[in-house]
């Protein structure tokens, strides 16, 4: 099965930006759709972003204009850079497949948005 290694997160002031990196195994990742979500304290997880394999992207509309997905098939990663990060970004981030397809998540990497 497919596994993800999300890092990249840590602590920020308002405004300000990050880049996570989700690392996946497997041979075939250069056709799934991948999405990074995100869960914050009492919330269930949303999905924030999504990446099609030739690059079309798609935004939750909390996030458009701020966040942008990549993703390099040759390394097996996708990416998410956050602009202009809010309190309200504050979440646990993960990557997965969308849609997810098991319930497997990696262990996901902490965003937190404070002044």
């Known amino acids: 099965q497919v596994q993800f290694v999300e890092s990249g997160g840590g602590l920020v002031h308002p405004g300000g930006s990050l880049r996570l990196s989700c690392a996946a195994s497997?041979?075939?990742?250069?056709?799934?759709?991948m999405g990074w979500y995100r869960q914050a304290p009492g919330k269930q997880r949303e999905l924030v972003a999504t990446i099609r394999t030739g690059g079309f992207a798609v935004y939750a509309d909390s996030v458009k204009g701020r966040f942008t997905i990549s993703r390099d098939n040759d390394l097996k990663s996708v990416y998410l850079r956050m602009n202009s990060l809010k309190p309200e970004d504050t979440a646990v981030y993960y990557c997965n497949r969308s849609p997810v397809v098991s319930d497997y998540w990696g262990q996901g990497t902490q965003v937190t948005v404070s002044s």
């Open positions: 497997g041979s075939i990742f250069s056709i799934y759709v």
